[in-house]
């Protein structure tokens, strides 16, 4: 079998899929994007697909991965890890296909019999917020999460801490002890807020503080755990095993948080885990992409043992706001009491709507995040 084309689909709001195409006629999907960086990505997996993969074997996948990552002399990072992803991804379904078997079993099989997911929460005002969360356990999620701020000052106001504070306990009080609350400072507040709002919300007992610090200031993370209770968790903005490897040894991390479409694929998330489970931590993959990059990540998640949860970006409790909706020939997400059911199927487990992608992808996509200011005009985290 050999590789001999692609194509690229740029799909609103944020997507980006790959079709791989064999001489068998065995096509595989695939989900590389950077939000916000579609275009950037797209350019990355074309080099790498003309350069490289054209007329390859598609079966062998780690080599490739291999020869993607370690062939340029310069390495990592989001777009060229997001690029390897996608493509890793569209491997990984080809094989499967081929051998009429779930990604899941050439990973060595199963380790559970369904994934627990959970659902993030808009809204700012702490009614509105708490109304989404209550909506949500009351459609079957037992996990939900939720932005702890908005920007932040490096030292803010006692009363916008007191703000943020209200804000996430009214959520807490709204929905039963049974659902479990993340909270995510995306990396918004500096060192000294994340100590201060992480002692304040112990209370909580969230189930996690996500990104408490940006992923460029990790050296601060053992002071910040050693004084709460809380579990911490990071890594969404980290690309493979080499960026990990500091995080992990600090010991102040409880949950690594590695996508699927930005990490190097399912290869790199699986080693991933492992690296994780060797250091007695837990794994809670991000992933508010697409429907493909949600069934790589179920694909590894049935397969490493020490998973937590797993993050979803669409209402999959939902038939008609599901990302099974369109692009999807039949809807695989079977969402039950808060759990995804596997995904049986051979390769990722789904089947693309080719006509309606290609339709889909005559749209302009143009999304990217807002740039956000302070009061006095300068730039805030966003």
Known sequence: ?????????????????????????VL?????????RAKTVRAAVEEMLDQYLIGKDPFRIEDHWQALYRGGFYRGGPILMSAIAGINQAL????????????????????????????????????????EATRLAEAGYTALKMDATNQTRFIETKASLDEITERIQ????????????????????????AKTLTNRLESVEPMFIEEPVLPENIEHLPNIAAQTRAPIAAGERLYSRWDYKDLLKTGAIDVIQPDVSHAGGISEMVKLANMA??????????CPLGPIALAASIQVDTVVPNLLVQDQGFDVHSETTSPAHDLLNSNPFAFDDGYLKTLDGPGLGIDVALDVVREKAEADLDWHNPIWRHEDGSVADW
């Open 1 to 25: 079998m050999q590789i001999t084309g692609y194509e690229l689909f740029e799909i609103p709001p944020r997507w980006v899929f790959l079709k791989l195409e064999t001489n068998t006629g």
């Open 28 to 36: 595989g999907w695939g989900e590389p994007v950077i939000e916000g």
């Open 277 to 286: 489970e060797s250091h007695d931590v837990a794994i809670a993959p991000n």
């Open 92 to 131: 990984w379904d080809i094989k499967g296909k081929h051998f009429g078997a779930p990604v899941y079993e050439l990973l060595g099989g199963k380790s559970r019999d369904k994934v627990r997911v959970y659902k993030w929460i808009g809204g700012d005002r702490p009614e509105d917020v708490a109304a």
């Open 170 to 193: 009214h959520v807490r009080t709204a929905v039963d002890d049974r659902v479990d609350i993340g909270i995510d400072f995306r990396g918004r507040v500096s060192k000294s807020m």
